[in-house]
């Protein structure tokens, strides 16, 4: 039986990492780690098991069940898993992720050098080389292990490593800023750090996006000889463990930068901005501009390559280049509507869909025990959603009125967690006789 190396392990795990992280990964630790202070360890700990543990675990239950996310999907129903991968494809890619990474990439790696006249001129011209070479790179997916895991990610290690190493190394100041001493937790991380590090990692869009990328840790593996199914797990997994690793220390790195600025800043990509150049001077300010072009241009190549492989299955009559020209020309005009638009949008919406995915992807490792009775995905799923979706409007700033009222008395909803204990009671329900005969009679007439 064909086995990988060390190497070969680090190179796939070193892909993954460079996939999963992204204009997000690189602004909200910094800012996170302002705000949180003292307690910035216990939100880094919750921003991890959101954005990693949530990615990593969506990649082995997709291994675990079959090779994509459609047969995650299949354990509720085939047109459920059209859906499910439809919505998340969607939003990893042309509506959220995907022009984020464009818009990130432009307002910390070229605004600063341009300033803001003719602001939207310079956008234009450097999203559009920004996703004329994504195109470029991702019209050859059989080349991503060796671009993206031997080329472009050892730029942004080395590049995220300096800044932290000169971080350690500075001594404190206070003009022009003020930096080098960790002061207290403010707002939500005084009472509750772990918890609002949790709805921090959210934001990164990685768990999602572990159900999508799982097949390309596949393809990977099985591009090294691998044939074996179990093996093909054990490998998928390892990687998978890797990846995380990798992750969690670029994470840290990045919030402690945060937690040892004083001086506010409106986000994380002005306040790496800030301490680059303070720490190097003018060459700072270069030495970021790397970091978040690579960890941007890493990230667009693998959701533009997932995008494009997966659609190519629906619709077999167009070209997968074509698919992957379409999706970077509309990223590009997506990307240069705001960033900050963007931002506002994708939180509620990811407060909806993040725990409806975690309750699939928990009830997918029990399924030796659930079985056939597919009304427990159904049913825990849908008080999931419920719960998710009265919390995504709060955050919005809508109500309902007294349902609304009703929901937050709810057991840890102030934590971001009131659907935890309805999704649990919807899955021990959807186990009842009744429930389960009903839930097979309409998956059967939709098979």
Known sequence: MKTLTFRQIITVSMMLFAIFFGAGNMIFPPAMGQLAGTSYLAALAGFILTDAGIAILGVTAVVLVGNSMSDLGKLVSPKFALFLSICVYMLIGPLFALPRTGSVSFEIAALPYLGNSNRMLFSFLFTAIFFGLTYYLSSNPSKIVDVVGKYLTPVLLISIFAIFIA???????????????????????????????????????????????????????????????????????????????????????????????????????????????????????????????FACLTTAIGLTTSFSDYFQTLLPRVSYKKIAAFVCLFSFVISNVGLSQLIKIALPILL??????????????????????????????????????????????????????????????????GWVLPGAIGSILGALPFLNKTAASAAAVQE
Not at 256 to 275: D, K, M, R
């Open 167 to 293: 971080t350690l190394l500075y001594p404190q100041s206070q003009e022009p800023l003020a930096f080098g001493t960790m002061t207290q937790a403010k707002g939500a991380y005084v009472d509750i750090p772990f918890f609002q590090g949790m709805i921090e990692g959210y934001n990164a869009l990685d768990g999602p996006a572990g159900l999508a990328f799982a097949i390309l840790v596949i393809t990977a593996v099985r591009g090294y000889g691998v044939s074996d199914k179990k093996a093909i797990a054990k490998y998928t997994i390892l990687c998978g463990l890797g990846a995380a690793a990798f992750l969690g220390v670029v994470y840290f790195m990045l919030t402690y930068v945060g937690a040892v600025t004083i001086t506010p800043f409106e986000n994380g990509g002005s306040l790496l901005h800030a301490v680059t150049n303070h720490l190097f001077g003018s060459v700072g300010g270069i030495i970021l501009g790397i970091a978040v072009l």
């Open 352 to 417: 909806i869909i993040y725990p409806v995915t975690v309750t699939l992807i928990l009830l997918s490792f029990m399924r030796r025990f659930i079985k056939h009775r597919k009304s427990v995905y159904i049913v825990g799923m849908g008080f999931t959603f419920i719960v998710a979706f009265l919390y995504g409007l709060d955050t919005a700033g809508l109500s309902l009125g007294s349902v609304s009222v009703w929901v937050r008395e709810l057991p840890f909803y102030e934590l971001g967690l």
